[in-house]
């Protein structure tokens, strides 16, 4: 796409007069700031201690202890009477959750099936390097769980929030995705209550194969996942970190983005060629930066002439402003500690948190404030306005796509006529070839005419997210965020790739199913007896509003 078009189009949009909307979120840090961030201090601080405190008195979890809650869920669903109760979800109040959407089905007819109880790590076995969680176990309670063992999981998604259930019911992606797939792909088992009140667990390879191939982008609506068995990885205590700065057209960042983890001769699985992590962020429409990672030892950070950075203390610059300095820097290599690599994201919420905290990385609120953020998204969502709520729907774009890498280029280009929205999130992640129906599935034929990044089994695809506000919203012009929206899944269902479905989606049920395949779960609803128990995926992830199928009490 030539400078040329992308200007004459600026130039057609329509001016836009500012809302009250555009004040309230232009000034929201005046609550955020004194309230929330505080509040969202005290809430972390006591997750933190709690589990503690309540091992204290209730003594360790273990087999039993998990037994008798899963018990207890197992005799709420076998309670539920067809003819009088709605459909089943879970009690989980929507405001807790991270994902964007007003969780509309929270609020018509339904059975609700509390699992707060199930917020537990059962055990981990560091010589099977295996853990056992329950399904309210948080990102941050798994990293703390592993990573003073020296082992970690797979992929481990950034916000510290997300919970074991959600990643695996909705999706959970990092940057070691590239290896190990979305994070249900890293899980070894599911144990599952199902519509008749049964306990499963589903494995790859035992009956229950369909179930667990089944259950990651159902949103709960084929059976409650009351426990899961994670794959874990040794990891070093230190990540390499190499900063490459591109500038150059879309087409050329993501050659660039491509060429340091997809070997062109197609060596993908030697770690010698490909690194443990693997990030890009573009800045704008000719400027990005790609983050790789590879772990390494203690010794090796330490060696003379290395540099160690912990940007994870709060004074230092939030992350991705830090790799926006190989541009005028060029290439630079530094050794960050594995947790603090980990969550580099977390106190600046990725890029969303400039926009509620603007002042957020500037060195005098990093130096005294900064050890309060970031703010809760909970408790950002419990506070915000009607007002707010609709301007994230129509004046910002939050939203993430998967799109087989051969697409990433028409995909950026698609997004800078659509969104113009920057920094624009690459994650790369491999999808496993199933052919067995499942929602997400690679390109048909793909193995016989592989592309770097693919594999007999698996096909290179990268996460785009976008969020912020679009160019066009910044320049006070016309700009329609359900529009985009609707935009973007055509695109999507046109170059058969997938939306993510943790925020705001407007395509009807018809076109929702043809870019998801329902083979898959629709025979496994009707075997397991979900049809008539749980609430359909469509009704939960569409607020309802779409006259969707198998939502209401016939
Ligand atoms: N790095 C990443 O990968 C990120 C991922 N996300 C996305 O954000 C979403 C929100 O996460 P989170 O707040 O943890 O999840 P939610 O509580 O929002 O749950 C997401 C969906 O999964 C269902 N679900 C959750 N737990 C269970 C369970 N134990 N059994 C059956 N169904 C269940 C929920 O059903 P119900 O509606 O009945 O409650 C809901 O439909 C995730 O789906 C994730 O995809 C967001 C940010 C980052
Ligand atoms: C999907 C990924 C990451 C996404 C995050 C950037 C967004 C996920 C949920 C988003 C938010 C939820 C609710 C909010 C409340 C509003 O009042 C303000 C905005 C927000 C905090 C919003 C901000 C972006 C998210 C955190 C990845 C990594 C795959």
Redesign the pocket.
């Known amino acids: 796409m030539d400078q040329q078009r992308r200007g004459e189009d600026k130039r057609a949009r329509e001016k836009r007069a500012p809302s009250i909307a555009d004040f309230l979120i232009q000034f929201r840090w005046i609550v955020v700031i004194p309230v929330i961030l505080p509040l969202s201090f005290l809430f972390y601080q006591l997750v933190r201690w709690l589990p503690t405190i309540w091992t204290l008195l209730h003594g360790l979890p273990s087999e039993e202890s998990h037994r008798a809650a899963v018990e207890r869920v197992r005799r709420r669903v076998k309670q539920r009477d067809p003819q009088r109760d709605g459909l089943v979800?879970?009690a989980?109040r929507p405001w807790l959750?991270?994902?964007l959407r007003n969780?509309e089905?929270k609020r018509g007819a339904r059975y609700e099936v509390d699992?707060g109880e199930l917020r537990n790590v059962v055990w981990i076995d560091r010589r099977r390097l295996l853990i056992k969680c329950e399904?309210m176990v948080t990102m941050s309670q798994l990293s703390a769980a592993t990573l003073p063992f020296g082992v970690a999981p797979e992929v481990l998604?950034?916000?510290d929030d997300?919970?074991i259930?959600?990643?695996i019911?909705?999706?959970?992606?990092?940057g070691s995705s590239h290896i190990y797939g979305l994070f249900a792909e890293t899980c070894s088992a599911f144990e599952l209550v199902l519509a008749d009140g049964r306990v499963v667990r589903a494995t790859a390879d035992n009956e229950f194969s369909d179930l667990y191939k089944a259950v990651p982008w159902s949103?709960?609506s084929i059976g409650?996942?009351v426990g899961v068995e994670i794959r874990l990885i040794p990891v070093k205590e230190f990540m390499k970190v190499t900063y490459t700065p591109v500038v150059g057209s879309l087409a050329k960042i993501a050659e660039v983005y491509e060429d340091l983890f997809c070997p062109r001769d197609l060596d993908q699985d030697n770690p010698e060629k490909v690194p443990d992590f693997v990030e890009g962020i573009v800045y704008s429409g000719s400027t990005a930066v790609i983050t790789t990672g590879r772990y390494a030892t203690r010794e090796e950070a330490a060696r003379k002439g290395n540099v160690i950075n912990d940007f994870g203390w709060w004074w230092k610059p939030w992350f991705h402003i830090h790799a926006q300095s190989a541009l005028e820097r060029g290439t630079f290599v530094e050794y960050v500690p594995v947790r603090s690599y980990y969550h580099r994201h977390t106190r600046s919420l990725y890029w969303e948190g400039g926009l509620i905290v603007p002042m957020g990385n500037h060195p005098l609120f990093r130096l005294l404030l900064g050890w309060l953020m970031p703010p809760k998204v909970s408790l950002l969502k419990l506070t915000q306005t009607d007002g707010i709520r609709k301007y994230y729907i129509q004046r910002h774009a939050c939203q993430d796509m998967l799109v087989p890498n051969h697409k990433l280029a028409a995909c950026l280009e698609f997004c800078h006529e659509n969104f113009e929205t920057y920094p624009l999130w690459l994650c790369p992640h491999r999808l496993f070839k199933t052919e067995m129906g499942t929602m997400l599935d690679c390109e048909p034929g793909f193995s016989s005419n592989k592309q770097p990044g693919d594999t007999d089994y698996a096909q290179m695809w990268t996460d785009v997210g976008i969020w912020g506000v679009p160019g066009p919203v910044l320049r006070c012009e016309v700009w329609d965020g359900v529009q985009a929206t609707k935009n973007m899944e055509k695109w999507l269902r046109d170059n058969r790739s997938y939306q993510?479905l943790?925020a705001e989606v407007e395509q009807s049920e018809g076109e929702f199913w043809q870019m998801f395949d329902p083979s898959l779960y629709n025979a496994v609803r009707n075997k397991y007896g979900a049809e008539s128990a749980f609430m359909s995926v469509y009704y939960?992830i569409s607020n309802c509003k779409k006259g969707s199928k198998h939502g209401k009490k016939d």
């Open positions: 979800c879970t989980r959750g991270v994902a969780a089905h699992l399904p998604p950034e916000l997300l919970t259930g959600g990643v019911n909705g999706y959970g992606i990092e949103h709960g409650l996942l993510c943790y939960k």
